[in-house]
Each structure stands twice: as structure tokens, then as C-alpha cells.
């Protein structure tokens, strides 16, 4: 981004990558290497990081551990079809606006025509949306900015946050320009539903989230529901890992992982058996289609294949 964006502290205080692994996961967040070294170097640079890959790898995670971590506030601007710089930026509280017109004019106030308009594009009636709110926060730290599934808006928004995080610095035409004192720390996501704009790409750091070895999302399940026995804990990683192989229209991601562990438990099974997962395929697979496809290939198939796997 800017040119002295490097000269800033790095955020966080991480003086080496292992700091940063250990950061994320003292906040329940177990990184690979790779991607600790990313989010290092987005700390240390003080650059964007882009961070693509399937649904359900952890990559909104990210930008709320971050936030966690670093004790600022998080800030999300989820992306979808049609989003315009105005849903992003900032929109006036044209309702309040026309109040406060109509009591000027019962009080007698309209003839200082240029009184009156500063007052309706004063900060009182200004409504930020997150982009904003993250380039004057006010906070005493800066923002993690989370720019969610940026693949869902359209050319024309992209090209916007391009020249709005170029040197964080946005103009709004009633009220004036506004440049970030200290940047906002943005994490920018995509689900790969098309491919981004180099442009974007080539201001940030860029990361591919895979979804998690084996070994690291027993870790993980173990972490984020610990009153799970580890051989299910492992049983279940290893069997959402094979259903991954499976050509699933939506293959489940480390939150599925985690939901039927949880569900699992909950019915008080301390291992997969036929019954347990035809009852909870549901928690893992959200497409009927995807669970026909695993019933036609045979339960019994997935199950030897996770104990194999889990070492059960």
C-alpha cells in the first residue's frame, strides 16, 4: 500500500513467525506454517493480506482471532451481489435529515440557506458503514478490517476498494476527505467463485488456505470441544477428511468437523458405528445430494477407512 507503511510498529509485538503460532493458538486458532508466516508478515509490513481458498478452511477466522489477539476492534464487510461504495462507505440519515429541515422551517431558520445545508451534511446525520468506520475509528489501536468474500461483488466495487485502500484515504463529497490516521489491519477473503482482479491481488499479501492435515484438525476439534474423547475426536477427522475425496458438491469444512464431533458426543457415542453416522450425516453434509452420494457409497466403507485412518 503506502510507501512508509513498513516504518510503522509491527502489530501485535510478534517478533519471529513462532510467535505468531503461538499467539493464535493461546486464542484457539491452530495455524500451519505457511499461513503464520503470512499473517507474520502482514503484521510486521503492515500490508493486506488476501486469503482464498474452499468454504469452511478458517479463513473469517483469521480476521477474528487477529482481532482478539491484538485487543482492537474487528470491523466485517461482507461482500454480496450489487454492493456499491455507498453500502460500504457511508450513506446519509435522510430521515433525520428531512426531521430536522422541517423543524428549521417551523422555527423560522430556512433563510441561511448555507447554515442549514452544512448542519444536513454535519457528522450528526452521517451513517458509517464498515469501510469508514475502519479508516476513522478513533481507537487508540487500529481495526482488524475483515473485507469478507470479496469474489461475490462485481468489477466496479473491486475497483473501488482498490483506490480506497491504496493510500486509505476516501472523499466524500458533502462532507469532505478522510484519511486514516493509523491504516486498519485488512484480511480480505475469497471463496474462489472467481478469480479477483491482480490489481487487488498485487497490494496485498496472498495466502491459500488448505484445509487442515489430519493431525491439526484432531488438534483443533480437540481444542474447540474438548469434553470429546480423542479416539471419536480422531475418528471423525479422519472421516470428514476422506468425504472430502468424495466429489462432494460441498465438501464439509473444519466448522462441520467440529459440529459433529459435538453432535456425536452429545448422543453419547464414543465412536462412529453405522446407525450414529446415518443419524448426524446432517451436521457435516448440508446438501442431500452429497449425503445420497455418500449412502450409495456405503457407511461402512467410510467408517473402516476413518478407523484405519484414526488408528483406532
Known amino acids: 500500500m503506502t510507501s512508509n ?6 502489530l501485535g509485538g510478534a517478533s519471529t513467525v513462532e510467535d505468531v503460532e503461538a499467539a493464535l493458538a493461546a486464542h484457539g486458532y491452530l495455524a500451519d506454517r505457511g499461513l503464520a508466516t503470512s499473517i507474520f508478515l502482514a503484521l510486521t509490513l503492515r500490508r493486506p493480506l488476501f486469503l482464498e481458498g474452499e468454504a469452511g478452511v478458517g479463513k473469517t477466522e483469521v480476521a477474528k482471532v487477529l482481532s482478539r489477539w491484538l485487543g482492537s476492534r474487528f470491523i466485517r464487510l461482507q461482500c454480496y451481489e450489487g454492493i456499491d461504495a455507498s453500502q460500504a462507505l457511508y450513506e446519509w440519515d435522510y430521515a433525520r435529515q428531512l426531521l430536522h429541515l422541517r423543524t428549521a422551517e417551523a422555527a423560522g431558520l430556512v433563510a441561511d440557506a448555507d447554515r442549514l445545508e452544512s448542519e444536513l451534511y454535519s457528522e450528526r446525520f452521517l451513517v458509517r458503514r464498515p469501510l469508514l468506520e475502519a479508516l476513522d475509528s478513533g481507537d487508540e489501536l487500529p481495526p482488524v478490517l475483515l473485507i469478507d468474500e470479496i469474489d461475490r461483488a462485481d468489477d466496479e466495487f473491486e475497483a473501488f476498494l482498490l483506490e480506497a485502500l491504496s493510500d486509505y484515504t476516501v472523499t466524500i463529497p458533502e462532507y469532505g476527505t478522510v484519511t486514516a490516521v493509523d491504516p486498519p489491519l485488512v484480511i480480505l477473503t475469497s471463496n474462489r467463485t472467481r478469480d479477483v482482479h491482480d490489481a487487488l491481488k498485487r497490494r496485498a499479501l496472498y495466502h491459500w488456505v488448505e484445509h487442515p492435515s489430519f493431525e491439526r484438525e484432531v488438534k483443533i476439534v480437540q481444542m474447540r470441544a474438548p469434553g470429546v474423547g480423542e479416539p471419536l475426536a480422531r475418528q471423525v477427522a479422519a472421516a470428514t477428511e476422506q468425504l472430502r475425496q ?11 468437523t467440529i459440529d459433529w464431533a459435538l453432535s456425536l458426543s452429545a448422543l453419547g457415542q464414543t465412536k462412529l458405528t453405522e446407525a450414529s453416522v446415518g443419524e448426524t450425516l446432517g451436521t457435516v453434509l448440508k446438501y442431500r445430494e452429497d449425503q445420497q452420494k455418500v449412502m450409495a457409497r456405503g457407511v461402512e466403507e467410510l467408517i473402516a477407512m476413518a478407523t484405519n485412518r484414526a488408528g483406532s
Not at 5 to 10: C, D, E, F, G, L
Not at 246 to 256: D, R, S
Open 5 to 10: 507503511s513498513v516504518t510503522r510498529p509491527p
Open 246 to 256: 468424495y466429489g462432494l458438491y460441498k465438501p464439509p469444512g473444519v466448522a462441520e
